[in-house]
């Protein structure tokens, strides 16, 4: 296949995820996105369209270690991401994977954020 149309491809699945996942106050969105290098975590009230929490791999709790979108920096932002969450009374999320499959790093990131206490 060629990069446009899996960019198509992936647009439409970010947009028909999107249509159906919507945050509010007392469960907002956690979107996950995924690029070449980081890892990006938002926790989102769509309602007042504010995000309440964030995590990635480019915030100063990462800068020491090795960085990258891998399997195992998902597992950790994970659990920093649920972490950040239940600080500020997040206890329940609605998951955005953002078009991408779930499998690999979002299914990781998803299980390590269960683990720590994000119901989803």
């Known amino acids: 296949m060629r990069t446009q149309q899996k960019q198509k ?6 947009w028909r995820i999107r249509k159906k ?3 509010t106050a007392e469960r ?3 979107s996950v996105r ?10 989102i009230d769509d309602t007042a369209s504010k ?3 964030a995590a990635a791999t480019t915030s100063k709790t990462l800068a020491k270690e090795k960085k990258g979108a891998n399997v195992v920096t ?9 972490e950040a969450a239940k600080g500020k009374g997040i ?10 499959r779930y499998h690999g790093k979002v299914k990781a990131l998803a299980d390590a954020a269960r683990e720590a206490g ?3």
């Open 9 to 14: 491809l992936a647009k439409l699945r970010h």
């Open 21 to 23: 996942v919507i945050g």
């Open 28 to 30: 907002p969105r956690m």
């Open 34 to 43: 995924f690029s070449n290098q980081n890892i990006y975590v938002q926790f």
């Open 51 to 53: 995000t309440v929490a």
């Open 74 to 82: 998902a597992k950790k932002i994970g659990t920093i991401a649920a």
């Open 91 to 100: 206890k329940s999320v609605v998951f955005d994977r953002s078009g991408a």
């Open 118 to 120: 994000l119901q989803f």
